[in-house]
Each structure stands twice: as C-alpha cells, then as structure tokens.
C-alpha cells in the first residue's frame, strides 16, 4: 500500500493530466499517471478504429506490475500478481473508483469513434470493414488472450513426456537444422526402452501435479479480483453449486 500511496503523492504534485502530459501521442497512454484513452489506428479500411479499453483491474495490474517487477527482479509473475490482486483488494474505494471511472470514459470515448467511423462509410465500405476487423481479431485474440494470461501470472501447461524428452535432447545435440534435430530426436525417443521411457513418464506426472496445484491457487485469486470469465468450467460449475449449497 506504501508503494501505491507514493505513487499516487507523485501525481498529486504533476497536478496534470496524461492528456497535458502527452498530448497527440496517437495511442493508448502507458504512464501510470494517466488514464486519457488515444484511439490507436489498425484498420485500412477506416483510417481509423479504437481498440477496447483496459478494464480498471486490468489497468492498476499493468500499471503496478512494472514498480513491482523493479523492486522484487527475481520473483514470478505469479507471486507479483499475488501481490497486487491483494492491493488492489485492500484499495480504498475512492481511490478504486479512479480507476473505473477512467474504464467508463475510455468505454464511452471508444462507443463514440465507433459511431463516428461507421456514420462516415458506405454501405460496402461497412461490410469490407467488417470482414477486416473480423479476420484481424480472430488471428489477434489468441495472441492478446495469451499475452493477458501471462501478465496475469497464469501458470503454464504441463509438457508431455514426449515434449520433456525433446526439451532435455534438444539442447545436447549441436549439429543440424531444427528440423534435422527433431527428426533425430524422434528416432532416439522411438529407440528408447519402456524402463527408459518411464523416467519421463514420471517427470510428465509430476509437472501435471504442479500445474494442478498453481492453477487452483490462481484461479482462486481471479474469483477474488472478479475475473471469472478466466475460470476453467469445471470451477466455474463448482462455484456455482457451492453458492446453491
């Protein structure tokens, strides 16, 4: 909490607003002193079209993550999230309220480009707009999606015991393209005895038992800032039967 009041003295004294701070910047302000939403272009079909805002947790998170980052170099992405999430929840709420009225605005500001650009084109020029945005956003959400998640801390997948045996040989064999390497390692996997094979079966199970363990524990700390959406099924059904319970 120390650390977010120092910060928030140091914008009390700017006495300005990201919008004075950087003024024309043509895209989404990344000071932690500012809230002011900048359509950013993306489109060739409109010369220009506004991406969504950041949701008020999402914002504090992307804004603290860094300070947290300087101050603990060697920690996880999930112990920082760990760390915010509680900050965020301990947050007065006049000072959350900051937050989610800069989301309000930003949503209103984005509603009204979007109005703007569509009063402006033609028919076909909509339907071509359209099929654009929905090429990009298809081959973009995946990637935003995962960049999210990583900023969130979520933990990784378990790897395969196949995968494992390629992550471990990968680096031993020198000679080669990729794909000469992979080929060979593949053989070598293919060679390998039941015995053999069984240590990475072991090592397999084990990382299953990590990822179930990290992502119980992060999922509880997305029911706790609100994020449900990110929730496995299976949880979310449990959820639902323990509130009924």
């Not at 939403?37 to 993550?65: D, G, H, I, M, W």
């Not at 084109?121 to 935003?144: F, G, N, V, W």
């Amino acid at each position: 909490m120390a650390l977010f009041r120092g910060v928030w003295s140091v914008l009390s004294a700017l006495g300005k607003s990201g919008a004075d701070l950087c003024a024309g910047c043509g895209s989404r302000l990344r000071s932690p002193f500012s809230f002011a939403y900048v359509p950013r272009c993306f489109s060739s079909t409109a010369n220009c079209y506004p991406k969504k805002p950041l949701t008020s947790y999402v914002r504090f998170s992307k804004e603290q993550l860094p300070l947290f980052k300087a101050q603990n170099p060697d920690a996880k992405n999930s112990e920082l999230i760990r760390k915010i999430a509680q900050l965020w929840r301990e947050l007065p709420e006049s000072e959350k309220k900051i937050y989610e009225d800069a989301y309000r605005a930003d949503w209103q500001a984005y509603k009204e480009e979007i109005n703007r650009i569509q009063e402006q084109l033609t028919p076909s020029q909509i339907m071509s707009l359209e099929k654009e945005i929905l090429q990009k956003r298809l081959k973009k959400k995946a990637l935003i999606k995962k960049r999210e998640l990583t900023m969130l801390g979520k933990p990784k997948r378990p790897r395969s015991a196949y995968n494992i045996f390629i992550a471990e040989r990968f680096q031993e064999t020198k000679d080669g393209t990729s794909q000469v390497k992979l080929k060979t390692i593949n053989e070598n996997w293919k060679n390998l005895s039941s015995s053999q094979k069984q240590v990475y079966i072991q090592l397999a199970n084990d990382d299953k038992i990590r990822y179930y363990n990290e992502m119980k524990s992060w999922e509880e700390q997305m029911m706790e800032v609100g994020r449900n959406d990110l929730l496995r099924r299976s949880v979310k059904h449990q959820g639902k039967d323990d509130i009924e319970n």
